[in-house]
């Protein structure tokens, strides 16, 4: 029975997996869950959390790490091995089937009713370890971050007095009551702002020395840099996001997809050969040029002359590499059309998905931006108008708008293009000095005096 005893311990070692591996990863929570309780005031193992220095904190996060890598690999063990693993009186017919020994005694070899966990405690056991996880997810970091950063109601915006029956007076004192204390508040900050009798410099130096002199500043300081390393990581991360997640669609859907398909539901001898006219004006210039180029050639000598059949030979077979590379060109801007729609789609669902991130980025941008000093903001603005709506942006345009229509495979029209030389840049130039008058010069009021001075 020694070969059969083996039989049943594997096989009980392989039932009890899931539970084991479970039970492991909840006893990592737990020791999670009393790390915070004794030495974070019930809060996550976060810098700001305790008054602890950077060596003592970094003593609880490398045992935190520990713990959080224990919880995630046990985790995955228990989801593999549930998968794979039947339940237990299947797996014990299986043992059973093995050796017809086993029938003999199947009270010794059928498994203890506490070897299958209730469906309740499994799924407390997961609910905790799931909130432990999502508390030290990065995911749960850009959330704190995002709802940092997301502007807070203002203080100048009255909230309007929300529409009630005539009946309830007290409601309506109540919205009245907090309207004063709004204007109150807005009348302390405008006096706040106002000229005092001391210089501001001198208050913000003793204000600077306070900050200095305080024993929580550095913990500030270090929660502020972590803070805004944490913002310029995923703002990048995102920037790097927008820019590769529609290029490399359209490449892959090109590739893929689209190619794929044109190849075989369209035979070779039905596709475009000249998508627009354009295309079919260039294709007969070149073979024209081909053909003159031929009678020039004989005529200073360099080649032989060549017979009506010879030179129609000739003149055939550079039609024919001249149709199949502007074949080559139809089919590509038919594929450009589909795979740029895909890319668009990717693009919307990356910004749909990403508000968090969003709101990350903005306040990067702003951080970004509004650091500057007025001359490089001046210049920057300066640069960006010249470039766009400035006098020789009409011939960029011409480009972009070229290169667009060859991209698509779209005949060119110039009254469109004029048209849209015409307005789009006259818009877009309104646009920006309409910023430049409503939000910078009551933000940087000197960087708009910079702005007049360069320009002019």
Partial sequence: ?????????????????????????YKAALKIKQMEDDHFNGRKVALESADYGLNTFKYFQEDLNKLLGLVKGRLAEFRVSRSLLNPGELQ???????????????????????????P???INKLNFIDEILDRYSSRSAIDELAKSLSPAPSQETLKPIPSRDLNSLSSLEEDRSKLLEDVKRNDRNN???????????ILGTFSKIQRDLDPRSEQEYVSKYRSSKLKTSISVKFILTLVIVPILTQQLAKAIIITPLMHNFVPENKQIVFVNEDLQREALEELDKFARNLDFQVLIGRSPALSATEKEEEIRQKA??????????????????????ISITAFITVLLRSK????????????????????????????????????????GWEIIIERTFIHLGLAENRDFNFLFIATFPVILDSIIKYWIFRYLNRISPSAVATYKNMNE
């Fill in 356 to 395: 968090k991130e969003i709101t990350i980025l903005k306040s990067f941008i702003d951080d970004i931006a509004y650091g500057l000093s007025d001359s490089a903001k001046a210049f920057i603005i300066i640069l960006l108008t010249d470039m766009f709506v400035g006098f020789h942006s009409p011939h």
């Fill in 320 to 341: 024919q590499e001249i149709a199949d590379d502007y074949q080559d060109q139809s089919n590509n801007a038919i594929k450009n059309i589909f795979a740029d729609l």
């Fill in 191 to 201: 006096m706040s702002d106002s000229t005092g009798l001391v210089p501001r410099t």
């Fill in 1 to 25: 029975m020694g070969f059969i005893d083996f039989l049943y311990r594997s096989n009980e070692w392989f039932l009890k997996t899931p539970e084991r591996s479970l039970d492991e990863a």
């Fill in 92 to 118: 014990q017919a299986k043992v059973t089937r093995i050796n017809p020994a086993l029938e003999k005694h199947p009270e010794k070899y059928r498994p203890s009713p506490e070897a299958q966990l209730p």
């Fill in 120 to 122: 309740s405690i499994i």
